[in-house]
C-alpha cells in the first residue's frame, strides 16, 4: 500500500529513513517489531507515512542500526504544525511569489485584513486556543501583509460582496476593515474588485493561484479542516481560467471603491 498522499512529508521522509537503514542493515521488518514491541503493520504503517513514527520505535530502530542518533534526532520535526495541512509550505511560496489572484466569499482576504477583524475571527475558531495563541496569529497574519509592499509583485484580489456585509468584530470594526480595503486599493500593484451580489460565478469557494519568481504556477484551497495545494499544471489551469471568469463578471476597481465605500456607510 502506498502511503498517504494528504500524509505529512515529514512522516513520510521519516518512515522512508526508518526502511532504508533497515534494510542496509539487514533487519527484517519482524524483527524491529518484535523488538519494539509493536505489531508488523504497526511499523508497516510507520515506515510507509500512514501513521506517524513513534519516538519509541525511533529510538530502537537507532540502536538496532547504529544510526548513532540520526534517526532519534527526527522525532522534534514530527511534532504536529501550528497551521492546517500544507498552510506552511503555502505560505513559504506566497512570501516569494511575484504574482497571486485570490478569490475570497465570505471573509476578507488575510492580506488585507485589519488588526481588529483579524482578531475576531481568529478567536472564534473552535476548539477555542488561549488568548496569547491567538494574539501570536493575529501577529502572524499581520506579519505577512508587508509583502504587499514588494512592487515587483502584482496582487489581483476579488471579494464576493458578501463578505463585505457580514460585519466581523461588530460594525466599527467591520467599517475600519472597509476603509482598510479602499487604502490598499490605491497601491499600483494591487487591485481590489467585487463580485456582486447575484453574480453566479465563483459560488464554489474561494482559492489563490500563486506565480512563483520562476513563471511556476501553485494553486491553493482551504476547507475548514484540510487545505490543498496543487502543483499539477493542468489543476492550475483550471483554477486560473475559473479565476479569469470570476473577475469578468466582478465590478471594475473603481465602480469596486464606490461599493465598498457605500457599504460603509450604511454601517
Not at 23 to 51: D, K
Not at 138 to 149: F, K, P, T
Not at 160 to 175: D, F, I, N, Q
Amino acid at each position: 500500500m502506498e502511503a498517504r498522499p494528504d500524509a505529512p512529508m515529514a512522516w513520510r521522509l521519516c518512515g522512508n529513513q526508518i526502511k532504508l537503514w533497515r534494510q542496509a542493515a539487514g533487519v527484517s521488518r519482524e524483527e524491529l517489531a518484535a523488538e519494539a514491541g509493536y505489531g508488523v503493520e504497526a511499523v508497516r504503517s510507520m515506515e510507509m507515512g500512514r501513521r506517524r513514527p513513534s519516538q519509541h520505535l525511533l529510538q530502537v530502530a537507532d540502536s538496532m542500526f547504529g544510526a548513532g542518533g540520526k534517526l532519534e534526532s527526527t522525532h522534534q520535526y514530527l511534532e504536529p504544525d501550528k497551521y492546517i495541512s500544507r498552510a506552511r509550505e503555502y505560505m513559504a511560496i506566497e512570501a516569494e511569489a511575484i504574482a497571486l489572484h485570490w478569490y475570497e466569499v465570505m471573509l476578507i482576504p488575510g492580506l488585507l485584513q485589519t488588526e481588529d477583524y483579524a482578531r475576531a475571527l481568529l478567536a472564534s475558531h473552535y476548539p477555542p486556543v488561549e488568548d496569547e495563541v491567538v494574539e501570536q496569529r493575529v501577529v502572524a497574519r499581520l506579519d505577512r501583509q508587508a509583502m504587499l509592499g514588494k512592487m515587483t509583485a502584482v496582487y489581483n484580489f476579488v471579494i464576493h460582496e458578501v463578505a463585505l456585509r457580514t460585519a466581523v468584530g461588530g460594525s466599527e470594526a467591520m467599517k475600519a476593515q472597509l476603509a482598510h480595503l479602499l487604502e490598499a486599493g490605491k497601491a499600483r500593484n494591487v487591485s481590489i474588485q467585487v463580485l456582486p451580489m447575484g453574480s453566479l460565478a465563483g459560488l464554489d469557494g474561494p482559492f489563490i493561484v500563486l506565480e512563483s519568481p520562476e513563471n511556476r504556477l501553485y494553486g491553493y484551497q482551504e476547507g475548514q479542516s484540510n487545505s490543498m495545494l496543487y502543483a499539477d499544471a493542468e489543476l492550475v489551469n483550471v483554477l486560473m481560467k475559473r479565476h479569469a471568469l470570476i473577475r469578468a463578471h466582478a465590478l471594475s476597481p473603481a465602480d469596486s471603491a464606490k461599493l465598498i465605500k457605500k457599504v460603509a456607510d450604511e454601517l
